[in-house]
């Protein structure tokens, strides 16, 4: 297929982030969504891949980009995955400017405006988190951040305590930094503002 093609150019010309699509896009590049260029590197693409076993959740985030696409999700024997592309378009240019730097991911500046919104949090938490608990108790939950700098692990976590009045602490892993939300009450009042925007498939990582 030709990917610049009149009709392509066209489409992309017509197409603006929603506000939604927005905040789904940001939880995304927090967790385990990529932007990458497209063949001749002008302008950035969305790609995301799910394993089969979470294919309501690849197809949930494909149902809310689907006029930004050309084909809908596709299965992939060998890796037992389903994934699917946008097409390149200037908005996620922008927001890979905002994410990267060289292939290495980095907070926006003002993510904090972003992190005030629970959608953020429940597609953020959907795609990297999970609880912790022993003997069926849950005592804390984790964010696996480690993709990101341990500076901008604080940030993460110095704004997360600060809207949410919950205790978060950087822990270690394999000398990689990641956000472990520490104490039965914090856990809990986190999950309770994201509970509404999460998936049923995902009740494994609820109490």
């Keep these: 297929m030709i990917t610049n093609s009149t009709a392509i150019r066209k489409l992309r010309k017509s197409l603006k982030l929603s506000s939604s699509q927005e905040l789904v896009l940001v939880g995304t590049l927090l967790g385990d969504g990529s932007l990458l260029p497209n063949s001749w590197g002008k302008h950035y693409r969305l790609s995301l891949r799910q394993s089969a076993s979470q294919k ?44 990267y730097r060289g292939r290495n991911k980095r907070l926006m500046k003002d993510i904090e405006r972003y992190l005030k919104e629970p959608l953020v949090l429940a597609v953020w938490y959907m795609d990297d988190g999970n609880i912790r608990k022993s003997n069926g108790v849950v005592y804390g939950g984790m964010l696996n951040t480690q993709s990101f700098s341990w500076k901008d692990n604080l940030k993460l976590k110095s704004s997360l305590e600060r809207i949410y009045g919950i205790r978060v602490l950087i822990i270690k892993d394999h000398g990689k930094p ?17 509970k ?11 109490p």
């Design 56 to 99: 309501e959740y690849l197809f949930w985030k494909y149902n809310i980009f689907r006029e930004w696409t050309l084909s809908p999700p596709k299965y992939y024997v060998k890796t037992n995955s389903w994934s699917f592309r946008t097409i390149s378009h200037p908005v996620f240019t922008s927001f890979a400017h905002l994410f």
């Design 178 to 194: 990641r956000l472990y939300i520490s104490g039965k009450s914090s856990i809990r009042k986190f999950l309770s503002f994201i």
């Design 196 to 206: 509404p925007y999460c998936l049923k498939v995902f009740s494994h990582k609820f």
